[in-house]
């Protein structure tokens, strides 16, 4: 019933930036955590970042922080990923989710603390 669709991603050049968008329908998420993953070929899913129903908190991966930005416009029903200063290392298949409890007030960094997943958008950092 819930749908999450991912877009915003393409092919860009290191040191760039990209804003993804992750729109969801069928089921309001401003009860529920939302994460960001990605997954690059012949590896495993990733954590990225997430951030709590409210929009008070954040959690990055070690390796985003300082670049990447994670927000939420709960009207819009819509989370967005800001990347700056892109990496090659960046280059991955980039899906949202949404957490498996209402209301969680912590920011879970594993695949299986999310109930639902997008389809994912594409993300390549190449000179």
């Known amino acids: 019933q819930v749908q999450l669709v991912e877009s915003g991603g393409g092919l860009v050049q290191p040191g760039d930036s990209l804003r993804l968008s992750c729109a969801a329908s069928g089921r309001p998420i401003r009860a529920y955590v939302m994460a960001w993953f990605r997954q690059a070929p012949g590896k495993e899913r990733e954590f990225v970042a997430a951030?709590?129903?409210?929009?008070?908190?954040?959690n990055y991966a070690a390796s985003v922080k300082g670049r990447f930005t994670i927000s939420r416009d709960n009207a819009k029903n819509t989370v967005y990923l800001q990347m700056n200063s892109l990496k090659p290392e960046d280059t991955a298949v980039y899906s949202c989710?949404?957490?498996?409890?209402?209301?969680?007030?912590?920011?879970?960094?594993?695949?299986?603390?999310?109930?639902?997943w997008g389809q994912g958008t594409q993300v390549t950092v190449s000179s």
């Open positions: 989710a949404l957490d498996r409890t209402l209301f969680r007030p912590v920011t879970p960094t594993v695949p299986g603390d999310y109930a639902h």
């Open positions: 951030i709590t129903w409210s929009g008070g908190s954040t």
